[in-house]
Every structure is written in C-alpha cells, then in structure tokens.
C-alpha cells in the first residue's frame, strides 16, 4: 500500500533504545513516575492520566537540560519576602507539585 503511493518505508529494529530516543526518554519517564505506580483501569483512565502527567511534565517539572526549568514555566512574578509555599496534589497525590502562594 505505501509503495504504490510512493512512500518509503524505513523499519526500526526491535527494542533498540536508540532508534527514536526522544520518544524512548518520554515513555521511560513516564513508566518511572506515573504509570509504574498505579493501577489504570482501562482506556479512558489511561487517557486521564496521560493528559494530567503530561501537564504536569510541560508545565511544571524541571527538566535537567533546560537548566531545571520546565519547558512552559508559568509568567507569574512572586514577591519572594511574602511568598508562602503551596502544595498541590498531581494524580490523586501521586505527584506532588510546590509553587509560591502570595
């Protein structure tokens, strides 16, 4: 089918990490943090999950070769002498993530 379309296609060789290791860092933190510690019941669990971990990936979780800043840090300016620390829970507690509170 690809070829009469005149697509080439390239076969990645099984389990090798260094095919695709953008997308093979991505699942193994994922696994590591997140799924690896929960039980998902099913299709649209998962797809929760998913979307909450990858909020809280994007937005808040500090990454080592972005000089532990997250790759969409929050535009907020905090006051640091009258800032509170402030939890919030991420995956019914399984994460937490802390920010300043004014």
């Known amino acids: 089918m690809f070829a009469a379309e005149g697509i080439e296609v390239i076969r990645t060789p099984p389990r090798p990490p260094q095919a695709n290791a953008f997308a093979e860092r991505w699942v193994g933190t994922v696994r590591r943090e997140c799924t690896d510690r929960m039980l998902i ?60 509170a004014a």
């Open 41 to 100: 019941v099913g299709e649209r669990h998962l797809a929760a999950v998913l979307n909450e971990y990858t909020s809280h990936y994007n937005g808040h979780r500090p990454h080592r070769s972005l000089s532990q800043q997250p790759p969409n840090p929050p535009t907020r300016v905090v006051d640091l002498n009258a800032a509170r620390v402030q939890r919030r829970p991420i995956l019914g507690g399984l994460i937490n993530e802390y920010s300043q």
